[in-house]
């Protein structure tokens, strides 16, 4: 044991000092009940919620026919996650889990890092510290969130939470064989998450000094060479099987994509900068907010200051030394750093920090330490910022999804065709139709796949062509594509569903264009769709309603009646909105074939009301050519009013006399 004075609470010297030595009689207890809450709040979490799209997609990749095969999808995908968690998913496939089921292993996993944190802080700092990391971890609002989700966070956590009990009690007690069971835990968590790599270095200086600083026996120093050299056989199979394919492309994608600010970019980043903000980032996504983040950054360095104090030198390297690795890892562009789940990892070593200095702080009192630590958890949770990748609770019930399913089949004709990117395509896989589908094959250089489900024709963006999710400003380019490659006409549409997370392409659609496309739905913030005409791209249908808005709402000057309407020729089919006016619609290709075509003269037409698409090169009868000039003027005896006219689209309407 490091400090066994920390080990025992202070003497009894008051009443409230009796209560508390009274209440750590029973810290066994307290832990026990520390960890069933946080596995209780993980599972109520799981279980009414649908799979988000990472977790459909670690499904899908692992499969339900052969671990070959799952392999295989890892390594067509370029997955970034080592074998084990795959394994995993794969044997609850073949028991054809549900969603629940699929969920316990994190869930479970989420409340055993609490419980083998306290087993190891107990032994090192006492069991004020280690309830207090138990608590903070139990509790912690993102920590709960990846828990109760198909991911490998929690049993990352688990395993290096395990690892430093064992290896400790190895020490404790000159055993090798815990020590050995150490190193094995080490090995599945590698085995389940590349970022134990971050973590190793801490733990190998940590466990030297204690071995050092106890005399260790030889057999714990033979141990303890077996799991460094176990570990670098490991490291060297994940290298030459996997890692080294993932160093290209998938490194590329992430480092200068959805991941780049979580990257040093040479050139743009000041290095003496970069280690300060990312840290400030890694906290406030560890504690749910910028100011939680803040609190909860200081309380973790005046731990380490408490440890130094104390020439607790082996673990103040252990805390803190991942968090300089992960950094280190950041600048040279090997792994995120920043306010992102793959940080997650880091958070057992904050608790235990801040663990470590409430039981400084209150001369090991239990009871104020666990109030603080409470008040911490409170203010974390009463309104927590959660990242991008977050679905909210009630967003994320099964029936939003299945109201949302509903809608689109209700706003799409029997065997019309669905299209969405791969991100909403994996939850079409997974919940849309009669049958679950496991393995998705994509066609080779295709921008699209295509399927056929319920009686409908389901159309997805390639991953390729559309990087996990569509965005509103490729909307135009991505339906030009789709309404080419599948042949659709004047007259077609498609219905375009998009659920996930982050932004939807209806709320960005409006405040890019202003526009709103028909049988527009929004299920929840994250979940929408509509109906997408052939042939008409964002912009046209911005336009579209400008020119709707001015035609429902002008009038001609003085209320006189007009002989004629002139309409743009490329909104022939938005003529609709005219039928008020009470006179003849032309566009100006029908304007030019009158006029042209038959000799007959402008002013045969006139007075006219003259909707005009300001810089759109439109053929034109002499002389409305002079109505592309925005003003009210008079030519050729001819007299343009610009009576109404819109800023943002460059739309207007002239009074033609």
């Known amino acids: 044991m490091i400090d066994a004075t920390l080990a025992q ?48 997609l670690h499904v899908v990749i692992a499969g339900d026919t052969t671990f070959a095969d799952s392999l295989a999808r890892a390594a067509f995908y370029l997955s970034p996650h080592p074998f084990l968690y795959n394994l995993l998913l794969h044997l609850l496939n073949l028991l054809h889990a549900s969603e629940p089921l699929l969920r316990l292993p994190s869930v479970i996993a989420g409340a055993l890092v609490s419980l083998f944190s306290y087993l190891w802080l107990k032994r090192v700092s006492g069991p004020v510290a280690g309830l207090v990391a138990a608590a903070v971890i139990a509790f912690l609002p993102d ?46 968590a590698m085995a389940t998450h590349y970022a134990t790599f971050w973590f190793m270095p801490g733990y190998a200086v940590y466990v030297i000094l204690r071995l050092r600083a106890t005399a260790a026996p030889r057999r714990l120093w033979i141990a303890f060479a077996s799991i460094l050299a176990a570990f670098a056989l490991g490291f060297g199979l994940a290298w030459s099987t996997h890692i080294r394919t993932l160093m290209g492309r998938k490194q590329s994608e992430a480092a200068d994509n959805w991941l780049r600010a979580c990257y040093f970019q040479p050139g743009t980043d000041r290095l003496w900068v970069f280690p300060f903000r990312q840290t400030f980032q890694v906290f406030g996504y560890l504690f749910s907010g910028t100011i939680a983040g803040t609190v909860g950054l200081v309380l973790t ?105 509903e809608q689109v089949r209700s706003i799409t004709p029997a065997g019309g065709t669905i299209f969405f990117d791969f991100e909403t395509g994996l939850f079409m896989r997974w919940y849309f139709g009669t049958k679950r589908t496991l393995m998705p094959v994509l066609a080779g250089d295709s921008r699209f796949h295509e399927w056929s489900a319920s009686g409908y024709r389901l159309v997805q963006a390639n991953p390729d062509f559309v990087y996990w999710s569509l965005n509103p400003e490729r909307l135009g380019e991505v339906a030009g594509v ?55 791209e964002p912009g046209e249908l911005r336009t579209a309603a400008a020119l709707g808005r001015l035609a429902e709402r002008v009038e001609p000057p003085g209320g006189l009646p007009v002989r004629s309407v002139f309409w743009p020729s490329d ?19 029908d304007l030019r074939s009158e006029v042209w075509g038959k000799d007959r003269r402008l002013e045969e037409f006139l007075p006219a009301v003259a909707f005009w698409v300001f810089g759109n090169h439109e053929l034109k009868v002499a002389p409305l050519q002079m109505m592309d000039r925005m003003a009210s003027l008079t030519h050729q005896g001819i007299s343009f009013e610009l009576i109404a006219f819109d800023r943002d689209t460059l739309v207007g309407v002239y009074s033609v006399r």
């Open 301 to 405: 360095l005046a731990g380490g200051v408490v440890m130094a104090w104390r020439r607790r030198w082996a673990l103040l390297i252990l805390l803190m030394l991942p968090f300089v690795a992960n950094c280190g890892a950041s600048l040279v562009r090997l792994y995120p750093y920043g306010g992102m789940r793959h940080l997650a990892y880091l958070t057992p070593y904050t608790a235990a920090a801040i663990g470590i200095l409430l039981a400084a702080l209150t001369r090991r009192r239990l009871l104020p330490a666990l109030l603080a630590a409470g008040l911490l958890l409170v203010g974390v949770n009463v309104r927590p910022t959660w990242p991008v990748d977050h679905i909210p609770q009630k967003a994320q019930r099964r029936a939003v999804l299945n109201d949302a399913l």
């Open 143 to 188: 920590t709960v969130r990846l828990a109760a989700q198909v991911r490998e966070y929690a049993l990352l956590m688990m395993f290096l939470a395990a690892a430093l009990w064992l290896v400790e009690v190895g020490i404790d007690r000159k055993q090798a064989c815990p020590v050995l069971g150490s190193g094995a835990l080490l090995l599945a």
């Open 482 to 536: 789709l309404f080419d490659s599948y042949e659709f006409g004047p007259g077609d549409t498609v219905t375009v569903f998009d659920a996930g997370w982050g932004w939807n392409l209806v709320d960005g659609l409006m405040g890019l264009y202003g526009i709103e496309y028909p049988a527009t739905r929004q299920s929840a913030r994250n979940v929408t769709m509509f109906r997408l005409p052939a042939g008409r």
């Open 571 to 589: 909104h022939e089919a938005d003529l609709a909105h005219t039928a008020r006016l009470g006179a003849r619609v032309l566009t100006y290709d």
């Open 9 to 56: 609470p202070p003497r009894p010297t008051g009443r409230l000092d009796r209560l508390d030595r009274m209440v750590l009689k029973y810290e066994q207890g307290l832990a026990i009940a520390i960890v069933v809450a946080g596995f209780g709040l993980r599972l109520a979490l799981a279980v009414p919620s649908y799979l988000n799209p990472d977790e459909i």
